[in-house]
């Protein structure tokens, strides 16, 4: 029987990916999101690569009322939840915006599904509620010290969930703590395009490379790491995508709850990924070196092995391939989907 996956914030970025492999997979993903932070064109896009447009209702995740009317509408076998907010420095500015939003949101969802009975749940966790780790590769049980409430508001959800399961029987839950999603579907129509200046480095590198920005500044290059620049776990969001749908089989097979790093293992530095880009694009990209961003962490990356051995799955996608598919869909989609 076909599976209805409700994918909150699955117009964004990782979302939309995500429907993508969802319905390669067989499952009917159906979309809930409040269009904060995405573009509802990016449904069009989905029809062209999957063959057909998810349904999409827009509201909020924290409306009680639209999700108790979305349980009873149409029965989902499970939720893959994205809805949030994610930008670290707007976390530190607005930090009751992020509770609200990421703490608060997840719990009328939660609740909303307990009184609906629908009980597998995949939730977007990230690595920063590692905060500064004592070193990389980055397990499981390392230490959760997350620097700002960004990161507290992820680890409040965790631990929530755990509270949930562990009260309940029946619950199925996958905590996913991502490294650094970038890259795009290898069809070039979906993407990520951020609104305003990026914060991150891959779409600032994609600007700097098609012409936006004059060039990229590097936070800082007196790092002790390699070369200098600070290191990452860059995941393709496909492989990523692809992970949701493994740890949504695990859940739908397994009556448990799983905490997993979705990285690759591998870290690369702010100069390797430029000339990462530089091949993909076939273009020099002008940098200079600036100061130290405030906050960073030098140099940290995922100890994959707990997913990979729980999902049988992995981030296989190179970075190489990473930035030929953010290149391919920053210049087709220049202004994203406008
Ligand atoms: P995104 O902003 O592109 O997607 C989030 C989507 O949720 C957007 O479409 C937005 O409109 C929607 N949304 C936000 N609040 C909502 C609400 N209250 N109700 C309904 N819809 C709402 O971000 P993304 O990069 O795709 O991230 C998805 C999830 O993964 C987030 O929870 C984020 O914290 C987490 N995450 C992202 C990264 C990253 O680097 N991109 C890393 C770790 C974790
Ligand atoms: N960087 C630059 N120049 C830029 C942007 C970034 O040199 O213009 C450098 C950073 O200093 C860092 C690396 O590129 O060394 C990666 O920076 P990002 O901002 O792309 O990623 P972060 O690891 O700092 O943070 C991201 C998300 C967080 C999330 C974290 C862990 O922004 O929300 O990954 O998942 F918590």
Redesign the pocket.
Known sequence: MTQRVLV?????????HTCVALASAGYVPVI???????DPRVLERLRQITGSTPKFIE?????RALLARIFSDESFSSVI??????AVGDSVADPLAYYD??VH?SFVLASAMRDAGVNTLIF?????VYGEPESSPIPEDAPRRPANP?GRS?LMVEEALNDLYRSQPGWRIALL??????GAHESGLIG?H?QGKPN?LMPFVCQVAVGQRDRLQIHGNDYATADGTGVRDYIHVMDLAEGHVAALKHAQNHGELVTLNLGTGKGASVLEVVQAFERASGRSLPYEIGPRRPGDVPAYWADPSLAQATLAWQGHRSLDQMCVDSWRWQQANPRGYG
């Open positions: 909150t914030g699955g117009a964004g970025f990782i979302g939309s809930l999101d409040n269009l904060g932070n995405s509201g909020d995740v924290r409306d939840h994205f809805a949030g907010l994610k939003n990421n949101g977007s966790s990230s690595a920063t960004y992820k703590r991502y490294f650094n999603p970038v990520e951020p991150n």
